[in-house]
């Protein structure tokens, strides 16, 4: 049910309210709302079932990002990536999953915060993981809600605020989808699902999550109509990674990295457009820096969008931005016997092909399915959320050959290097890694990718990364679904 705050949003729009002496402050406030697991289903990008009026109105009225990713398909990793402004295989312990982000890395709310402004989180900031070093969490100080930041804030001083929900992260509230209303028989399933009521009626759950965290992002931009403040108020509205399903999150292919963006600034830089630049989750932290008129870190990877922002147009604005990078290390120790490593990949992604290098194609990629000998306790296929979807494709893989052949792409072990012609294979299922036709491009990219990751000290590719694999692990694992309540208890991720 939509609240009447909603309701007023949808009503007036965004920028309603004439530009306040308040909202003229020299420096942008930034609200920052990201989702947990959202994948780039909004009305805006095609899809015709989930209903994202807020963001598809920060995108009409502001800036869409079409090509936008995360630097690992991961929780804590993506969101230290967005913290500092660095790919997380540059982070120590940060790159994989409850690793704590490093002191001695700097974080743009610090910065921010050193400089004049006043500074919070609520819900999920940084995490899942305990705050290692630091004083506290990396996205700053928690407050309940951003009505109470927002009746903290020093009047003289302008803001930055990461809302951190939790949706749509699992677990969901089964059919809670159906009696909100959505109709799972018209939903476009992804092509790496089989097409089964059981598989609709989760991502109808799902897409019931994505609108909740799409209403109250509405709600938070009402509080800044109200306040006078939304006309300097820079609000970014995306995701940590893709949607909480298999071959989706933890995995470096579309569906796991490829992210919903759009951000709006009211008054101060054209709306309406469609960038296809390609841009990474480690390019927030220097755009922050930049707007605030402050100097970016040398040890910041990530470039700021304040150019693209402001170009005034749509597609491809520079043309450097060609290609973007990305990866992941351990999401959870979900191999068999003593090994207590991830499933360590590096990608590179450009408009025609998709390049994946495999560190590790010895081991699977979701996870053993032996959770009686799994590393950890019970871990079942522990790279991948339980759900209605996973069960439904383990318990069916040998139903036919398309339902064995879906299994298999989420769940079988990958060669070292997969090859996706995007132009033939949009959904990314036929590796032409091996075809003597791509030979050239697989060299190509593959010496692309290798001395990109070179460049960004990289240990994957400069030595050193052994590490990855021994780090400390806080968290639990998705268990084995037969087991009793008792022993199938596993830490939200």
């Known amino acids: 049910m939509e609240t009447r705050v909603y309701k007023k949003i949808m009503l007036a729009g965004i920028a309603v309210a004439p530009l306040t002496a308040k909202a003229a402050q020299a420096q942008p406030n930034i609200l920052f709302a990201i989702a947990d697991d959202w994948g780039t289903h909004a009305g805006v990008y095609g899809d015709q079932v989930v209903k994202t009026p807020t963001f598809d109105r920060l995108a ?16 804590a990793p993506s969101r230290a990536a967005i913290l500092t402004g660095q790919w997380h295989w540059r982070l120590g312990e940060a790159a994989n999953l409850f690793g704590p982000v490093s002191i001695n890395d700097p974080v743009y709310p610090d910065l921010l915060e050193e400089n004049g402004y006043f500074v919070g989180y609520t819900r999920k900031g940084w995490g899942p993981g305990k705050n290692g070093d630091r004083p506290r969490n990396p996205a700053g100080t928690v407050y309940k809600s951003f009505a109470e930041f927002l009746a903290k804030r020093p009047a003289d001083k302008p803001f930055c605020f990461w809302f951190g929900s939790h949706d749509p992260h699992r677990p969901y509230v089964k059919d809670s989808g159906a009696k909100d209303g959505i109709p799972s028989g018209k939903i476009n399933i992804p092509a790496c699902f089989p097409d089964a009521p059981e598989v609709r009626g989760d991502i109808a759950d799902y897409y019931f999550a994505v609108q909740r965290f799409d209403r109250e992002t509405g709600e938070l931009i009402e509080m800044l109509r109200q306040a006078g403040e939304l006309e300097n108020t820079l609000i970014v509205m995306t995701s940590d990674h893709g949607m909480p399903f298999p071959r989706c999150k933890s995995n470096i292919y579309d569906e796991g990295v490829h992210v919903p963006l759009a951000i709006c600034w009211p008054g101060h830089f054209a709306g309406g457009h469609r960038i296809t630049d390609f841009v990474s989750s480690t390019d927030f932290a220097p755009t922050f820096l930049e707007l605030a008129g402050l100097p970016i870190p040398a040890v910041m990877t990530g470039r700021s969008l304040k150019p693209l922002l402001t170009a005034g147009k749509s597609g491809r604005i520079d043309p450097s931005r060609d290609h973007v990078l990305f990866g992941k290390e351990r999401h959870a120790p979900a ?7 991830g499933y360590p990949c590096r990608a590179i992604r450009t408009d025609d092909f998709l390049l994946i290098r495999n560190f590790n194609p010895d081991r699977w990629p979701a996870g053993t399915e032996d959770y009686k000998h799994a ?3 019970n871990a079942w296929f522990a790279d991948c959320d339980n759900g209605p979807t996973k069960i439904y494709m383990v318990e069916n893989r040998d139903k036919d050959a398309e339902h064995r052949r879906l299994f ?9 290097f997969e ?14 890694a091996a075809n003597p036709e791509y030979a050239d491009v697989l060299n190509k990219l593959s010496n692309q990718l290798h001395e990109k990751l070179k460049a960004s000290g990289d240990p994957r590719v400069i030595g050193g990364a052994e590490k990855f694999d021994t780090y400390l692990y806080g968290g639990g694992t998705p268990k084995y679904p037969g087991l009793p309540p008792s022993e199938n208890e596993a830490v939200k991720q």
């Open 60 to 75: 009409k009225e502001g800036v869409l990002f079409e090509q936008a990713y995360i630097s690992s398909p991961s929780c």
């Open 335 to 341: 191999q068999e016997g003593s090994n207590s490593g």
């Open 375 to 377: 590393f950890m306790s």
């Open 408 to 416: 298999d792409l989420s769940f079988a072990k990958r060669p070292e």
């Open 419 to 432: 090859l996706f012609d995007l132009r033939a294979d949009p959904n990314e299922q036929k590796n032409q």
